[in-house]
């Protein structure tokens, strides 16, 4: 069964930095494409990056710039910089793979609140 | 990247058949058979539907289908059962690698 298990969720001033994490298990993860999607009330589900198995990297309009994806392989995990964040950032975040363009699994997400 | 729309609520009986439509464009639902639905029940994680417009993940039911007419792609679902009463959403690739979510619908089942 794939798990995927995200953190380092929490309370930020506007204009600090965040560093999350998803802990993947139950799939070969160095075969797999991974992505973070973020959800709020008022916007919805957004996607907002991609890493590929190949760690070719993309981004969405909204963090271009600000955030920075990455993998470890030997440690099965994807990671999520957050830099400069803005109230608008304030979301659950969510990790999920994608297979042949569409978000398989996902894990429980974790709550980023930026707030002065 | 806009979003796709969606309708906000539908509702209908049990037993009933319904379904959501998630317009968007050219350049993302008309130009890619990669639209994708998610169910999300309350402070739950999506969970995958309907992936390349109709096809279903073995777990599941035959009780929901996707098609697409042009810009518009729609997610059936037959025989509604209490269970079914959650939010739904639609997403597209919007590029080579980027994708774009509807607003979400909120379906009641009487």
């Known amino acids: 069964e794939v798990q995927l298990v995200e953190s380092g969720g929490g309370l930020v001033q506007p204009g600090g930095s965040l560093r999350l994490s998803c802990a993947a298990s139950?799939?070969?993860?160095?075969?797999?494409?991974m992505n973070w999607v973020r959800q709020t009330p008022g916007r919805g589900l957004e996607w907002i990056s991609y890493?590929?198995?190949?760690?070719?990297?993309y981004y969405g309009d909204s963090v271009r710039g600000r955030f920075t994806i990455s993998r470890d392989n030997a440690k099965n995990s994807v990671y999520l910089q957050m830099n400069n964040l803005r109230d608008d950032d304030t979301a659950v975040y969510y990790c999920?793979?994608?297979?042949?363009?569409?978000?398989?699994?996902w894990g429980l997400g974790t709550l980023v609140t930026v707030s002065s | 990247q806009s979003a796709l729309t969606q309708p906000a609520s539908v509702s209908e009986s049990p037993g009933q058949s319904i379904t959501i439509s998630c317009t968007g464009t050219?350049?993302?639902?008309?130009?890619?058979?990669?639209v994708s639905w998610y169910q999300q029940h309350p402070g739950k994680a999506p969970k995958l539907l309907i992936s390349?417009?109709?096809k279903r993940p073995s777990d599941v039911s035959d009780r929901f289908s996707g098609s697409k007419s042009g810009n518009t792609a729609y997610l059936t679902i037959s025989g509604l059962q209490a269970e079914d009463e959650a939010d739904y959403y639609c997403?597209?690739?919007?590029?080579?690698?980027?994708?774009?979510f509807g607003g979400g619908t909120k379906l009641t089942v009487l």
């Open positions: 999920a793979r994608d297979h042949d363009w569409s978000f398989h699994n």
């Open positions: 139950g799939l070969t993860f160095s075969d797999s494409h």
């Open positions: 890493i590929g198995s190949g760690y070719n990297i």
């Open positions: 050219g350049t993302d639902v008309g130009g890619y058979n990669r």
């Open positions: 390349e417009v109709s």
């Open positions: 997403c597209s690739s919007s590029g080579p690698v980027t994708w774009v």
